[in-house]
């Protein structure tokens, strides 16, 4: 304790001393008088025909952060994205804004300095962020709820702890709460041995929008970009420092150069291999780990109050999140290979849910049924390679300027991305002596959407042009004042009312002139960019965005002039992107809803013992072996008959979907006399009976 009221002494004065220094330099500027933001075409012109001061690889948090810092300093800034703006790690986080209250733990307990200072910065910056895009973002309590009495103070001491180092920069007062009020707060939680909980404050935000605006206020600022643009070799004068970048348009095939003085490598998880296209030599510094999140229908958690699971069983958090309208639960942490479309395995899936199942009440029972899309996102931790110990992992972020002149921006956290690009910009402008550029304008500036946004905003949208109040809800916290363009281009329900907007989906926010108006001002390409980033339809519910494609891809085509075949092609590619949100999981194990959790982990276990080779799957030689070991007659031929009585997609083996509708299906008392249901019945039982 003697440990937490130093630090917490200490924190004070460092938090005073931070926050007085954003204050000085935090100044809220309005946008809103900058010209439109160009088309793609006018970008892509640019970047063909002009020399620019900097250009950003990378159309992330970071690589958007870069790009709006050097614009507003006075230097000609330009970026591209190989992918769609934010298509990789950025959409795919807890989209929370946090200092992060574990590593506030782990910097008082283990002494840790570096986690320390990124704690104090990021809770500036979580201030910053939240003020900067009032209508992406918003305060959130999230409760801890205590099962033994000694950690109530604990836990307190360390929200007040995090209270004191944010400081000017605090939202509200961390509280203790009774059980009374826990139950009120948060009526899905276990009530057995509960005795109150500790709740405390942090922000959340829409990732991939956030993203995008960033991006949109760098183009309105004057700053070149463009998605879909893959950087495919660094380019380097007679002096061997770097003057631009060859790139294909994906879009076209089309291969140009971007000239420029200057290169930020702002990638994230592909840091390594931005380096070493740059210098063949360079040593790895990137180790990435992915991290799963699920989405369950919203009546699983309050409108208005998050949870944190501060002691997992393997030693990890969790959080479990009201997010528009729906909520978030995860995250896992497994180290990876880098890649473009990462999933999210069925075992991260399980762990999640078999976590959140401990909360609850024992009346409530979340299934694997209840899981509406599932995303894998990818962390780049990096090292340091001028730390003395350049092996450890650092949790802050990384600069690394290369012999050619190369700066790379690596790590750090989405909530620390404004300062990340303020050191990237700050190094860029050292490093190739731009006395021309000024300070950093970047705190305090408002983001697309945010100029003279004000919370009645939703109310305001009704009444102007009849949108029903969902809708408005939604267009007000997705565009800010942005939506008053929007609606310009609603189209009439048809119906009494509302009057205008009509919906892609039913039961769901989004409407039609959504798209349009993402393919006109927002630099939409493709389908997927608009189910998965313009809005969020990939990552709330997955059948839902199945459900709407040939829709948006009718819509989009209009737009950009499609044929039937290109419409085809973008509708398929659209459904490669919602099978790795957990399509091919929710619809192929749909049944599953009648499998209790308790249930669903003793099938699975079952099939990974039948599955010798571990394969995945079960094959007719791997049941003939689990009768012989339990004394049961069976030939080959049986083995191969009970195979086809389950293979609905007649591959000639028994995947782990087939497998559990089927047991789903005799938990359900609907499928009788099944072979397959019996034996692994018979199976559980002789595994059980041994020691």
Known sequence: MNRVLAAGAVGLAGAVSLYNSYQTKSKVRDVSSLPPVPSRVDQLSRLKSEEFDVLVIGGGATGAGCVLDAQTRGLRAALVERGDFSSGTSSRSTKLIHGGIRYLQNAVFHLDKEQWDLVCEALA??????????????????????????????????????????????????????KETTLEEFPMLREKDLKGAVVYYDGQQNDARMNVMLILSAARAGAAVSNYIQVTEILHGEDGKTCGAMCRDSNTGEIFQVK??????????????????????????????????????????????????????????????????????????????????????????????????????????????????????????????????????????VIEISKSGLVTIAGGKWTTYRKMAEDAVDAVTKEHGFEQASPCNT?????????NYHHNLAIELCQRYGFDSEVAEHLAHNYGTQAHE???????????????????????????????????????????????????????????ARECL??????????????????????????????????????????????????????????????????????????????????????????????????????????????????????????????????????????????
């Open 443 to 451: 705190l305090g500036i408002l983001v697309e959407g945010a100029q």
């Open 260 to 397: 420029a003085k200057s290169i930020i490598n702002a990638t994230g998880p592909f840091t390594d291999s931005i380096r070493k296209m740059d210098d063949g030599a360079s040593e790895s510094i990137c180790s990435p780990s992915t991290g799963v999140h699920i989405v369950l229908p919203g009546y699983f958690s309050p409108t208005n109050m998050g949870l944190l699971d501060p002691e997992t069983s393997d030693g990890r958090i969790i959080f479990f999140l009201p997010w528009e309208r729906y909520t978030i639960a995860g995250t896992t942490d497994t180290p990876c290979v880098p890649h473009a479309r990462p999933e999210a395995t069925e075992r991260e899936i399980q762990f999640i849910l078999s976590e959140i199942d401990s909360y609850f009440d024992c009346n409530i029972k979340v299934r694997r049924g209840d899981v509406l899309a599932a995303w894998s996102g990818i962390r780049p931790l990096v090292r340091d390679p001028s730390a003395a110990n350049s092996a450890a992992l650092s949790r802050n972020h």
């Open 125 to 178: 910056e979580r201030k910053n962020l939240l003020e900067s895009a009032p209508h992406l973002s918003a305060a959130l309590p999230i409760m801890i709820p205590v099962y033994q009495w000694w950690k109530l103070p604990y836990y307190y001491a360390g929200t007040l702890l995090y209270d004191l180092v944010s400081w000017g920069a605090r939202l509200k007062w961390s509280r203790v709460i009774s």
């Open 550 to 691: 040939p829709r948006v891809a009718e819509l989009m085509a209009e737009e950009l002039g499609w044929n039937e075949e290109q419409l085809e092609a973008e509708i398929k590619d659209a459904e490669g992107l919602i099978k790795s949100m957990g399509f091919k999981l929710t619809s192929g194990v749909k049944e599953n809803s009648l499998l209790s959790l308790a249930d669903y982990n003793k099938y699975l276990k079952a099939f990974e013992d039948l599955d010798v080779d571990k394969t995945g799957v079960l094959r007719p030689a791997e049941l003939f072996e689990a009768c012989k070991n339990l004394g049961l007659e069976l030939s080959i031929e049986d083995a191969i008959n009970i195979v086809n009585e389950v293979d609905t997609n007649r591959n000639g083996v028994i995947d782990l979907e087939e497998f559990l509708m089927i047991m789903a299906g005799g938990a359900g008392e609907r499928i009788v006399d099944n072979r397959l249901q019996k034996l692994v019945e018979l199976h559980i039982e002789e595994t059980a009976e041994s020691p």
């Open 486 to 544: 929007l609606a310009k281009m609603v189209q009439l329900t048809g119906k009494r009312w509302p009057l205008f907007g009509k919906r892609l989906v039913a039961d769901m926010p989004f409407i039609e002139s959504e798209v349009k108006y993402a393919v006109r001002y927002e630099y939409a390409c493709h389908v997927k960019d608009f189910i998965a980033r313009r809005t969020r339809l990939a990552f709330l519910n997955v059948q839902a």
